[in-house]
């Protein structure tokens, strides 16, 4: 088996669905199924059951799917190990605001043990750039949230969390179960700083345009909220003051946690570092 026919394969499996694997793999369809086809043949069993509305796995395509990650990863560790040695050992990462995801933590520990002479530099970014820098070149991979403008960009989501509307613990609102948008229209929202993402700013003004103060990192949206009574958003399980409740919104898109790099950008230690994210945050 080549390894790119297994990144065929793990594409095809996690998205469960030809079109989507082969729009990101940066392909056209056929020879995607062609190759899949092949390495049915080279196992000698059916991957994947096929229906109009996509694909699943068969119980084979499952152990391979298993097999072909642990492969793909250590492949990778070996570039990287590579890349280091031949004196490449630095890594500059984004990260959204001043995120305290227990998921960040996992994946710095997890990183360590596959590249422990690699030198992570990080940089925290605030909410005007969804990007954290990466389309100025001023960082080589970033974990943030999307939504935002994907141009050029290549994006592995690594989680979906469900959002919630943040208020003053004493409002009204606040004793609510749930919410839905419409209850927060005649709110002010905050703003992201002028030239923020539209695609971006949307999103956390639930589509759309409000009125309200400009906020630059997450702690200034809280501090917006306790003193205002603007409304926020956030993330469903973020650790908020006792002087604030998140209550959750029915009608609200999930917020995603992504990895993002430029496409086209080859280095191996960009390939390690998603696919060490990917599998913390499967877990």
């Known amino acids: 088996m080549e390894l790119r026919t297994l990144r065929y394969f793990v594409a095809v499996a996690e998205e469960l669905h030809f079109g989507r694997a082969a729009a990101r793999l940066h392909m056209s369809q056929p020879p995607l199924s062609r190759a899949i086809k092949q390495l ?9 059951t096929r229906s109009p509305a996509g694909v699943t796995l068969t ?7 298993d097999e072909a990650r642990a492969l793909l ?26 995120s305290t995801d227990r998921g960040i933590t996992r994946l710095a520990a997890a990183f360590r043990r596959n590249h422990p002479g690699v030198d992570i530099r990080v940089r925290n970014t605030d ?14 991979v970033a974990l943030t949230r999307a939504p ?8 592995r989501e690594l989680r979906s969390d469900p959002v919630g509307a943040v208020l003053r613990a004493d409002d009204p609102l606040a004793r609510r179960d749930r919410l839905q948008i ?7 929202w905050f703003q992201f700083p002028p030239g923020a993402d539209p695609i971006w700013q949307s999103y956390w003004n639930g589509g759309v345009p409000r009125e309200g103060p400009v906020v630059r990192v997450v702690q ?26 998140l209550v959750p919104l029915t009608d609200m898109a999930p917020s995603r946690v992504v990895a993002v790099w430029n496409e086209g950008d080859t280095n191996p230690l960009i390939r390690s570092f998603v696919r060490i994210a990917s599998a913390v945050y499967r877990h």
Do not use: M
């Open 220 to 245: 200034e949206c809280l501090q917006a909220v306790l003193w205002n009574g603007t409304v926020g958003l956030a993330p469903l399980g973020d650790d908020l003051p006792a002087e604030l409740a």
């Open 127 to 140: 909410l005007a750039d969804p990007t954290c820098g990466l389309r100025a070149g001023l960082v080589d």
């Open 148 to 155: 935002f403008d994907q141009t050029a960009l290549r994006v």
């Open 182 to 188: 419409a209850d927060l229209g005649e709110r002010r």
């Open 40 to 48: 049915e043949t080279e196992v000698g069993a059916p991957l994947f």
């Open 59 to 65: 119980p084979a395509g499952a152990v391979l799917l």
């Open 73 to 98: 990863d250590q492949a990778e560790h070996v570039r990287a190990r590579v890349t280091a040695a031949a004196g490449a050992a630095t890594l500059d990462v984004g990260i959204l605001g001043d």
